[in-house]
């Protein structure tokens, strides 16, 4: 007998509106995205590194040509691999990733807590989509009458259905994968000229306002939004529940080097090594994860974990209901 009570997100803003925003019936897009694909005029693929063909065949040479030069040259990480996907040949990214320090502020004596022993044998990692416990998972879940692919599929909705408003919110249709909606948000937040990330050179107000507005619905909403999507995500889907359950108290670290505030800000190395130099050591943190106390969580090598505690608090609630 299903015990579970219907969650109401306390502070959420009503999502019946977000329809507009959700395919009714998800081949209808896919259909349509095929016939315009279809329609559209190939491109010649480029082979990186290939010199251009030539009906005329030139005559034998001792000096290097154009194409064997660029084949020999060099990559250089800092100057001819600016792309966010460029690799040099070893694997490794040209690039740093800047995180931002994540802060943790003493918990205050009035406030509820837990506390968890940390050890290699009590701490299970996630990231990506093809994880369960991952916002990227595909998981259809139905929020407020509307049927969503996955968490990050409602997430993303509720915040250009905010930052944006519910016309440019409605551009999601398109996006079929937990992965595309979270690129296509990105590129819609840029065509509306509301940056993602702070602008270290502010050229007038009008950016200034846009940057915080972001900033705000994130330290305000985004805690809301996902521990109401994942309760629903669990509580709808019986199989993921007993998953979801059978971490026991085991300790959820999401880990993921491009975020430090959901997520530890490292990769599962790292983390692993993070790990076995705290042992015997214990993590406190509130007992109910908001947007007002986020602040006291503890970090988790380099970040604030903040979905791996919401798991955590929407495990204790599932199984507290199910008793």
């Known amino acids: 007998m299903d015990k579970t009570k219907k969650q109401s997100a306390v502070g959420l803003q009503e999502t019946q509106s977000l329809a507009s925003a ?13 016939q ?5 005029t190939p491109q010649s693929p480029v082979s990186v590194g290939a010199g251009t063909s030539n009906t005329n065949t030139a005559a034998p040479s001792s000096q290097p040509t154009e194409s064997a030069k660029t084949a020999n040259k060099k990559p250089n990480g800092n100057k001819n691999n600016k792309g966010k ?53 595909a998981a259809p879940v139905v929020v407020d009458g509307n049927e969503y692919n996955s968490v990050e599929h409602y997430y993303q909705a509720c ?16 996006s079929e994968t937990p992965l595309e909606v979270k690129k296509s948000t990105k590129v819609i937040l840029k065509e509306a000229k509301i940056p993602a990330k702070l602008v270290r050179c502010i050229i007038d107000n009008q950016h200034l306002l846009l940057f915080f507005q972001i900033s705000e619905w994130k330290d305000k909403e985004s805690i809301g939004v996902l521990k109401h999507v994942i309760l629903h995500k669990f509580n709808q889907n019986e199989e993921l529940k007993a998953k979801l359950l059978e971490t026991g108290d085991k300790i959820l670290i999401q880990t993921y080097l491009g975020d430090s505030y959901f997520a530890a800000g490292a990769n599962s190395k790292y983390v692993s090594t993070w790990v076995s130099r705290h ?22 090598a380099n970040g604030k974990n903040a979905l791996g505690w919401i798991l955590m608090q929407v495990r204790d609630e599932i199984r507290e209901s199910s008793a």
Do not use: C, W
């Not at 959700?22 to 095929?34: A, D, F, G, W």
């Open 22 to 34: 959700l395919p009714e019936q998800r081949p209808k897009y896919v259909q349509i995205l095929q």
């Open 36 to 40: 315009e694909k279809n329609g559209s």
């Open 85 to 137: 996907n460029a690799v040099l040949p070893n694997g490794k990214r040209p690039y740093k990733v800047y995180l931002k320090k994540q802060e943790v502020v003493a918990l205050p004596a009035d406030i509820d807590t837990r506390e968890m022993a940390i050890s290699p044998e009590n701490v299970i990692y996630f990231s990506g989509p093809n994880h369960f416990l991952s916002a990227l998972y």
């Open 159 to 174: 915040k250009l259905y905010v930052l944006a408003g519910q016309e440019t919110a409605a551009k999601l249709k398109a």
């Open 279 to 300: 042992v015997n050591q214990s993590l406190k943190y509130p007992k109910e994860v908001t947007a007002d106390n986020v602040k006291y969580l503890p970090l988790v």
